[in-house]
């Protein structure tokens, strides 16, 4: 018998971290926001709260991109064209790969963009935007030591 996982479980494996990542932004970014409305501050709530949407969103769209990206480098990689026979879809493939890294820098744009209309339309502090921001970061890090002290033990 392996010691090794199988690709399947690894594959489930980190599905399910990636899950926590996302569940974990949102959380951090409610409970921020619960404390601040118990300190009266209204416009931080809202600030922290929608920082953390806007993380999390971040981080769906990183998400999707790489794993498009890589996709597309799989499929390129196991089409191998015959002797005689054109590459049909390497400028497909190409193409798509070129629309999916500028969809991975697009989101910066998505994200500043975000943040500007949270502050200008709900009136909040940016301080309270970026904060709010700073709850996927939270949720990477406690994500990651919960995967290692989990391995540890």
């Known amino acids: 018998m392996s010691s ?14 990636l899950r926590r990542i996302q569940v974990l932004t949102l959380a951090f970014g409610a ?7 118990m300190l009266h501050r209204m416009d931080w709530a809202k600030g922290l709260f929608a920082g953390a949407i ?16 890589f996709e597309a480098a799989l499929a390129q990689a196991k089409v191998t064209p015959e002797e005689g026979q054109s590459p049909v879809n390497s400028s497909n493939s ?8 500028f969809s991975l820098l697009f989101r910066y744009a998505l994200v500043a963009l975000g943040v500007y209309v949270i ?10 935007i970026g904060v709010g921001l700073c709850a996927l970061v939270a949720a990477i ?11 540890e033990s």
């Open 141 to 151: 890090v406690t994500a990651s030591v919960w995967e290692a002290l989990r391995y």
């Open 4 to 17: 090794q996982p199988d690709k399947s479980e690894t594959m489930a494996h980190g599905e399910q971290v």
């Open 119 to 128: 502050f200008i339309y709900l009136h909040v502090p940016l301080v309270s």
């Open 31 to 37: 409970v921020s926001a619960a404390v601040a409305l």
């Open 94 to 101: 190409a193409v798509s790969g070129m629309l999916r890294a």
């Open 54 to 69: 806007l993380g999390w969103l971040n981080f769906r769209w990183l998400q999707g991109g790489i794993r498009g990206i």
